[in-house]
């Protein structure tokens, strides 16, 4: 089992930053790929940005050159660092990670809000 807690969201204008962060404790030797996700009201959840342990990365082109996730391995922590933020990035945003077997273990979500 692998517990995963999210935090960092909040209440942000058009143009700033916000770092959200995603702690994954338990079976964490068994994870083998982490990724943030984001759903809007009446949306469906969408990818935003992934990471593999060997850190190869992928993202929404919506985020490009926007937003970068990283990885602390020993901590078992993946961070999102967004800029330039939009008011489209407002949504609830969910850590997913994912373990050999396959099993996926998601967050609670952390809300962001992009609005002047």
């Known amino acids: 089992q692998v517990r995963v807690v999210e935090s960092g969201g909040g209440l942000v204008q058009p143009g700033g930053s916000l770092r959200l962060s995603c702690a994954a404790s338990g079976r964490v030797f068994t994870i083998y790929h982490m990724g943030w996700y984001r759903q809007a009201p009446g949306d469906q959840r969408e990818l935003v940005a992934s990471?593999?342990?060997?850190?190869?990365?992928n993202y929404a082109d919506s985020v490009k050159g926007r937003f970068t996730i990283s990885r602390d391995g020993p901590k078992s922590t993946v961070y999102l660092q967004m800029n330039s933020l939009k008011p489209e990035d407002t949504g609830v945003y969910y850590c997913?990670?994912?373990?050999?077997?396959?099993?996926?273990?998601w967050g609670q979500g952390t809300q962001v809000t992009v609005s002047s």
């Open positions: 990471i593999t342990i060997s850190d190869s990365t």
């Open positions: 997913r990670v994912t373990t050999y077997g396959p099993n996926d273990y």
